[in-house]
C-alpha cells in the first residue's frame, strides 16, 4: 500500500466496520433503511439543490465543457427523479442470503454456497451527482459499505447529498461511515492502492478514465473503458429491418457504450441496399465514413483511415465497412470490436447461429438494436456497470454484481481421515433443496 | 505487451483458432476426444516412462530437493492412475451450453445468458508432470484451449506427455494446437505478458510462485498464495470432537492449504482442555507453539513470536493463542487469517453463527475439519483451483471456474426507441424454462 492511502486507511476500516452490521441485515431492515435515506433525502431537497447550484456557477465561472455542466446540474425534478430511482431499489429482490448449493456430502455433513456482500465498494465517479444517491442505494441493498470519490466541480452536492443520506442512515440505525465520501484527488489514487480493504472499484466516467482506473489498481474493476459495437448486415438481412436497427443504435443515445461505431455490410447487400441505408442515416445526421467500396457506392461518404475501426465516436458518426463474408465480419470484431455487443441483421439462421457462437463479446445479438444492451433492459432491476472482461461477471451487471458468495459446511465432529485412502468412505454428495 | 511475447503470440493465436473449434464440439464429441487422448497416453505409456526416468536422473544429478523428486516421479502406476483421472473428466458433466438466463425481454424479443469458454487457459506449474494430463482434459471438457508451461525439471516428461495428448487430438480430428507446451523461464514472463491472448493463469507451485504470478501479471488469476487456516474452539466445544478436527486438520496432510495452522482456543476451555488438546497433537508428532497464557497451561509448548500468526507452516507444526472471546477469535482471523477456511468448534448455535456470519473467508465450517475444504469433496468432481479472492469464483472451484457466459438476444427487426421516453413500451420480463 502506498504511504498515501494511511490516512484513508481509517476511513475504510471504519465502512468495513459499518459494512459488517449491514451484511447481517435482514431484507426488510435495509429497504427501512433505504426509505429513511430516500426521505432524508427530500428532507433537505432544498440544501442540496442550493449546493448544486453553487457548484454550477462556479462550473460556469470555471469554463466546465458544457456535456460536463449538463451531467452536473441537480435541479429539483431531477433530483425528485434520483429519490424515486433510490425507492425502485427498496423494490429490487435482496442479492443477499441466496442459497446457491445445497449439499450433504455425508450424513450430518452438509454444505451451502450462500451469497454475501463483497465488503466495501470503491465508487469513482466524474461530474452527476446523481449517482450518489442510487450507489448508496445499491450499496445499502446489496448490504455493502461504499467510498464514493465525485469530481471535485460537484463537491459541494455530493457533500450535501451524502449529509443527508448519513443522517438517513442514522434515523434508521444503521452506522453513517456505511457511506462515505472523498474529496480531493489525492484520495482517488490512495483508494486504488487500498487492496485488501476495498474488495471492488466501480469506475464512472470517460474511457480514459476507466482505463486510468483500470491499469492503476489490484482492486477487481467492474466496468469498461472502449464500447465500439458492430452491426453486421448480412446478404440475407431484412433491409428494412437493418436501416430501423442500425439507425436506433447509432442516433438514439450516440454517446452511450452500447450505440454502434462501426456498420459492416456484406458486399452483395451493399450493391442494393447501401445507397438506401446510408441516406436513412444521413437524413438523421450521421456523418458517414466508409471504406473504399463503400465510397465507390455512395460516392458522398468520408473515406475512412485505420483509425476510424478503432474509435468510439460517441457521437453521430458512422463508419461503413463492405466485407466479403460472416467470416470477414467476425474477424474485423475480433480485431477491432471491444468485446461489448456485437449484432447482426439476416433472414439466414445458419449464418446467424455462426456469427453468434463465433463472436467473442459479451453480447451477441441477432435482429435487433445493440441499444438492449443495458442491465434494466435485461430485466436486473439496477445496472451497477458493463463489464467486457471476460471472467463472470459480464456484460449488464445488476445487483448480483455486488455479492459474492461463502461456504458453509455444517458437520458433527466430521473429519477428512475416513474419506481417504484404499478403504475411503464415499461421500454421498446429494444435492438438497435450496 | 512485452517485446519476449513477440514469438509466443504466434502460439497464443493457434491455440485461440484451435479453442474455437473446441467451443463449438457437442459434450459427446469432447468426451471422445478426452477417451482419444487416454488412449493415445496409454499407447505411449512406455515412452513416457522412460521420458520421466531421464528427468528423474537428471534431478538426481542436480540435487533436486527430495520433495521435489517425489512430485517430478511418475512410474507405470502413477501413470495409469492418472489416465484413469483422464476418463473420470470425461464422466463429468459438460460445463458448456448451460442456460443460466431464458428471459423474454418483449413480444419476440429474447435473452439467453449461455455458459460459454473462457478461451485460452495459461497454466504454470512446478514439477508434477501429471498436471498435465489432467489439465489437458479439463480444458478440453470445458472448450478452452490451453498453454502449458511446466517446470525445467520435467521438460522431457512434458514434452512427451503432450505429444501423446497431441496425438490423440489429431486422431479425435481435433487440432492438436489446442494443447500447447512451453519449456523455458523465458516463456513463462511472455506467457503472463498474453493479456487478451490469454484469459485465465492458473499457477500451481509454491506460495512464493503463486505470489509471483498474481504480481506480474494482469490476466487474471485462479489460485491463492497462503493458507492460513484456523480452528476456534470455544468454550463450549465438545472437547473430545475439538481434539479430534484438530488432529485431523492439522496430521492428515500437513502440506495441504487446507490444514491449520493456528489454534485458537477459549480461555474457559483452554484450562480444562488444552492440556488433553496439546497431548493429543504432541503424541502426533506435531511442534506445538503457544501464546503465553498457552504456555503457562501447558508448559511444553515453544513461545510464539507475532510471526508465527503470519506463518504457514506447511509441516507438522502448530501454534496456540488463548482468546477470551468469539469475537477475539474473529478479529484474529480477520487480521492474519488468508480468507481460505476457517473453523469453529462449538455446541452453541448462536456462537457458531456469530463465527460464520462475521468471519470473511471462502469457507467457514462449523465442527468439522478444514481439510474438507477441497472441490472433489465438495462434490464439483475435478478441481481446478482453490481462490482466496473475493470475488467470485471463490474457495474450491470446479469446471465451471473455466467457463464464462455470454448473453445471446434475439429479435425481428426490435429496436429500442418504442421502449424509452414519456409513453415508454413495457417490458414483459417474462422468464422462460431454461
Chains 1, 2 share one sequence.
Not at 433525502?41 to 439543490?49: K, P
Not at 449488464?396 to 473429519?415: A, C, M, N, S, W
Amino acid at each position: 500500500m502506498a504511504q498515501d492511502a494511511q490516512p484513508l486507511l481509517a476511513i475504510a476500516q471504519a465502512t468495513r466496520q459499518a459494512a459488517q452490521t449491514l451484511a447481517g441485515l435482514s431484507a426488510d431492515a435495509k429497504n427501512r433503511a433505504i426509505e429513511a435515506v430516500a426521505a432524508a433525502l427530500e428532507a433537505h431537497a432544498d440544501e442540496i439543490v442550493a449546493a448544486n447550484q453553487a457548484d454550477c456557477e462556479a462550473a460556469i465561472a470555471d469554463h466546465l465543457a458544457k456535456p460536463l455542466y449538463g451531467r452536473l446540474k441537480l435541479d429539483g425534478v431531477k433530483l425528485a427523479g434520483a429519490i424515486a430511482g433510490v425507492r425502485d431499489v427498496a423494490r429490487l429482490p435482496d442479492p443477499v442470503g441466496t442459497v446457491q448449493i445445497h449439499r450433504e456430502l455425508d450424513d450430518g455433513l452438509v454444505l451451502k454456497r450462500v451469497a454475501v456482500p463483497l465488503g466495501v465498494l470503491g465508487v469513482i465517479f466524474e461530474s452527476r451527482p446523481d449517482a450518489v444517491m442510487q450507489i448508496a442505494a445499491l450499496a445499502i441493498k446489496s448490504g455493502n459499505g461504499v467510498i464514493l470519490k465525485g469530481g471535485r466541480e460537484a463537491v459541494g452536492s455530493c457533500t450535501a447529498l451524502v449529509q443527508a443520506i448519513k443522517q438517513g442512515l442514522r434515523k434508521a440505525g444503521i452506522d453513517p461511515a456505511a457511506v462515505q465520501l472523498l474529496t480531493t484527488r489525492e484520495e482517488t489514487r490512495a483508494l486504488l492502492d487500498l487492496e485488501g480493504y476495498v474488495d471492488l472499484i466501480i469506475p464512472r466516467g470517460s474511457n480514459a478514465f476507466v482505463r486510468f482506473v483500470q491499469e492503476n489498481t489490484r482492486i477487481p474493476v467492474l466496468g469498461h473503458a472502449d464500447g465500439i459495437c458492430h452491426l453486421y448486415v448480412d446478404s440475407e438481412a431484412d433491409l428494412e429491418q437493418a436501416i430501423a436497427i442500425a439507425l436506433d443504435a447509432k442516433t438514439a443515445y450516440p454517446s452511450a457504450c452500447n450505440a454502434i461505431e462501426t456498420l459492416l455490410i456484406h458486399r452483395d447487400m451493399a450493391v442494393v441496399g447501401l445507397p438506401a441505408l446510408a441516406e436513412a442515416l444521413h437524413q438523421a445526421r450521421v456523418e458517414l465514413r466508409g471504406d473504399e467500396t463503400a465510397c465507390q457506392i455512395v460516392p458522398y461518404l468520408v473515406p475512412t483511415t485505420e483509425e476510424d475501426w478503432a474509435t468510439e465516436y460517441s457521437d453521430l458518426i458512422l463508419s461503413i465497412k463492405v466485407v466479403d463474408s460472416v467470416d470477414e465480419a467476425i474477424a474485423h470484431i475480433s480485431t477491432y470490436g471491444s468485446r461489448h455487443t456485437e449484432a447482426i441483421a439476416t433472414r439466414n439462421p445458419v449464418t446467424a447461429a455462426q456469427f453468434m457462437d463465433r463472436v467473442d463479446a459479451a453480447g451477441v445479438f441477432h435482429n435487433c438494436s445493440t441499444r438492449f444492451a443495458d442491465g434494466f433492459r435485461y430485466g436486473f432491476g439496477a445496472e451497477v456497470g458493463i463489464s467486457t472482461q471476460k471472467m463472470p461477471p459480464r456484460g449488464p451487471v445488476g445487483l448480483e454484481g455486488l455479492v459474492t458468495y461463502k461456504y458453509r459446511l455444517v458437520g458433527d465432529g466430521h473429519i477428512s481421515a475416513p474419506y481417504s485412502g484404499s478403504e475411503a468412505r464415499p461421500f454421498t454428495h446429494r444435492d438438497l433443496p435450496l
